[in-house]
């Protein structure tokens, strides 16, 4: 019996969600609640649209000449891991399509109870790359800012690092909240702790959302807060090293 998945969107040709040009599928559900979230639309695991894993993989495929040599699917969300058992099924078809698969998540899911864990130990084997969101280092403002604390995200940095699964690391710029140059050189100095990382990246805060909450009757938290400036961005930039990590999948 298939697996079915809820879908929120697709967009054909992604160029920033990993190498070369992405089919991007984002799914619905997530277990935070981030007070800079861009897709409050994706939150409740019931919206979007039923999907089994094989007939999105046939609509991805429909797009593959545009994708060269890096190219591939990415699945972002909502929180692709809070449906792991879509997401496994949906790698493995694509593995067996030679397609190169991404998952853009913030970890929330992550827990080595012996069910899920053995489901995400399976899912990494059909897995090239995962875009990783580090929301903030410290444990207390982490929960402040997306609702859950991050000790069990970080373990999931730690494991990836153990079976050497090649991450990308992106850090939201939020002045006032992660722009703080103490909490920026924590979170370099975790990463550096790593091996696995291949680029780091600053994503300044942006208000571009607003009109999604409205539409959906939702309190935006973050309407006073601007965006920050180039001198912050290039400070950000500059304490995580960014300039450092410059690979791809070849390395």
């Given at each position: 019996m298939a697996t079915i998945g809820k879908v929120s969107k697709f967009e054909t040709f992604g160029s920033v969600d990993g190498p070369g040009v992405r089919f991007l599928i984002f799914l619905q559900g997530c277990p935070m609640r981030c007070l800079f979230c861009h897709n409050p639309e994706t939150w409740e695991g019931t919206g979007g649209e039923a999907w089994t894993?094989?007939?999105?993989?046939?609509?991805?495929?429909?797009?593959r000449e545009y994708?060269?040599?890096?190219?591939g699917i990415t699945v972002s969300g909502g929180e692709p891991l809070a449906q792991i058992d879509f997401l496994l099924e949906l790698f493995k078809r694509a593995k067996e399509e030679g397609v190169h698969t991404c998952i853009d998540t913030s970890g929330g899911p992550f827990n080595r109870s012996p069910a899920w864990f053995s489901k995400f130990e399976a899912l990494m084997q059909y897995t090239d790359l995962l875009l990783m969101d580090i929301k903030h280092i410290d444990a207390t403002e982490h929960k402040k800012l997306t609702g859950m604390s991050n000790e069990h995200i970080i373990d999931l940095f730690h494991y990836l690092d153990s079976i050497n699964k090649p991450i990308w690391i992106r850090h939201v710029l939020v002045p006032g909240i992660s722009d703080n140059d103490a909490y920026l050189a924590r979170t370099r100095d975790f990463i550096r702790t790593l091996h696995n990382v291949r680029r780091v990246e600053i994503l300044p805060y942006?208000?571009?959302?607003?009109?999604?909450?409205?539409?959906?009757?939702?309190?935006y938290p973050l309407k006073e807060t601007e965006?920050?400036?180039?001198?912050?961005?290039?400070?950000?930039?500059d304490i995580l090293e960014t300039a450092t990590y410059t690979g791809f999948l070849s390395d």
């Open positions: 894993a094989e007939d999105v993989l046939k609509k991805a495929l429909r797009y994708w060269g040599e890096k190219g942006h208000a571009l959302a607003i009109s999604k909450y409205e539409n959906l009757g939702i309190p965006m920050p400036s180039a001198e912050r961005i290039k400070n950000a930039n």
